[in-house]
């Protein structure tokens, strides 16, 4: 057995336990010194070799065997990084380490995800000596000076003439730098003049939150934490944001030395910087590592395409429109709104409510889909859908105040989105006719801030108006899961199960013919069903069967095989919410309201079944 505690980091541990002797065999160059006895001045790998053979020519090899083993490998050149004992500058942790370990103990210094608070306090438990001297060829060196006549160290924040000991002037400065870590460390005072006691200084230090990624909490926010309580008595930031890793496809970790990194700048220039940067804060949830796939690129591309678009025919509709004096603080008169318009509103509001919630907690992911599904599902492909008849009709008054809905609602898209993608969002910004000067100095809309314009909304017009929705994609579902042609108008029957749905469905036939491409639509409970595609719908409160005659339109078959696809997949969720609400533990712990929407959903479920169940009769 070999132990070589120069020249191995594991065995370098078992001779500091053991007190064995550091013998040092490398020369600076590679080659062995005169420890390395028969083999002096041989290169390691040559000394390797030779080491074979005189074992094999003494006759004291028994076997070879090969065996994968982990050597460090220079990035660059491929060669064998070879460890040597070295004479190194070493800064002791125990006194920094304490208060920093106190800071995140007492809730000084916060961790998001809160995990992450055990991994840096496991570190400072354990932690070592940091050793803060580089031999690279870059940086700030060491401020020490030795002096060649009494071999004395003179160690100075100011370049020295002398030798602090003997006063002579044969002295050298070291010639290592500091840590790249180190010189980071001192980032948050360093930047703003320190350590003279700048204004600067004074104003941003310390500063609310620092956002970085789980593998650099030991070298730089822990470090940033030590020396910003040891030079300026006080933590740099309150509240640590741990972002995840961005890994390929096949969960590496992105590096040049892997070549599996990809290159921003040609992201940025295929697909756009607002798409690059979208794509990211949609996936990047709190302190978890994300794959990242160009071919979700694509996706959130096309998301700024309809972004454009959207405003593009927006700004179409309000070309003849003139801005009130009163800016983002016009309203309508209530009176002359349409339900459509009560619903944006509404439906604005409450995503203003869920993503001040979201920000506010650095959920910056589901802030991001959140404004994601408002702006493409229910802004762009229903609000300026339901507004055609409006703003292309001749009732002057109903269409200016649709007409302000729509200016306002999208100078607030605009202001939501502009943290997200900015670049877009301000050049849209530029063309509203409800603006300020500049996107990035506006408010930020939010509950507090945008109460004047969101208590317009009415929540009981956008359930209705959520129920002519829920039925026309019902339709449109049908439509096209069977291959229904576009220019194919349909037979339907609505059976709503209570009054108020009846009521809700009569004043909104027009909608449902329109937007559904109708020729018929009957909302009563007689009538037969054989032959139809029936779905049941359940939404708030209100029960409704959607009934669409299928008979000379469709192959029966294919509906048979797609009511029983959906049936399995009802079946699937029943069993998930089943076995959820079977579980002691997730009842007693779950809230209240939690298990309530539970067994209300399961409810929902079996009916669902029941209802598909008998349209497969029906068909057969």
Known sequence: MKITPAHDFNDYEMGTRHKLPMINILNRDGTLNENGLAYKDLKAQEARKCVLEDLKAQNFLIKEEAYVHSVGHCSRSGAVAEPLLSEQWFARMETLAKPARSVVESGTVVFEPESWTKTYLHWMNNIKDWCISRQLWWGHRIPAWYCDDCKHITVAEIDPAKCEKCDSKKIRQDEDVLDTWFSSALWPFSTMGWPEETEALKTFYPTDVLVTGHDIIFFWVARMIMMGLEFRKDVPFRKVIITGLVRDTEGHKMSKSLGNALDPVELINEYGADSVRFTLLAQVAAGKDLKFSVARLEGYRNFMNKIWNAARFSLAVLNDFTAPSEGEKAT?????????????????????????????????????????????????????????????????????????????????????????????????????????????????????????????????????????????????????????????????????????????????????????????????????????????????????????????????????????????????????LTTRLNNENFVKNAPQEVVDQGRVALAELNLKIKALEQSLVRLN
Request: proline share 4%; charged share 30%; net charge negative.
């Open 332 to 576: 309508p008169q209530r009176e002359v709104l349409s339900d459509a318009d009560f619903w944006i509103i509404y439906k604005l509001s409450e995503c203003e409510r869920i993503v001040d919630e979201q920000l506010k907690e650095f959920r910056f992911s589901e802030a991001a889909n959140t404004l994601y599904e408002f702006v493409w599902h229910q802004f762009c492909d229903w609000y300026l859908e339901l507004i055609k008849p409006v703003v292309y009709g001749d009732k002057a008054e109903e269409k200016a105040a649709t007409k302000l809905v729509l200016a306002q609602t999208l100078n607030r898209i605009v202001r939501l989105l502009h943290p997200f993608i900015p670049f877009i969002t301000e050049e849209i910004y530029q063309k509203l006719p409800i603006r300020g000067a500049a996107c990035i100095v506006d408010q930020y809309p939010s509950p507090k801030t945008d109460k004047y314009w969101t208590q317009l909304g009415s929540k009981e017009r956008s359930e209705e108006l959520d129920l002519v929705i829920e039925v026309i994609s019902a339709i449109r579902n049908v439509r096209g899961e069977n291959r229904i042609k576009p220019s194919e108008d349909l037979r339907v029957r609505l059976n709503p199960k209570e009054s108020p749905a009846q009521k809700i469905l009569l004043v909104n036939k027009s909608y449902i013919m329109k937007l559904a491409k109708l020729s018929e639509c009957d909302i009563k409970e007689e009538g037969s069903l054989s032959k139809c595609a029936l779905t049941p719908l359940y939404i708030h409160g209100h029960s409704v069967d959607v009934i669409v005659y299928l008979e000379g339109l469709v192959d029966l078959s294919e509906e048979r095989k797609r009511i029983e696809k959906s049936i399995e997949k009802f079946r699937k969720e029943i069993l998930g």
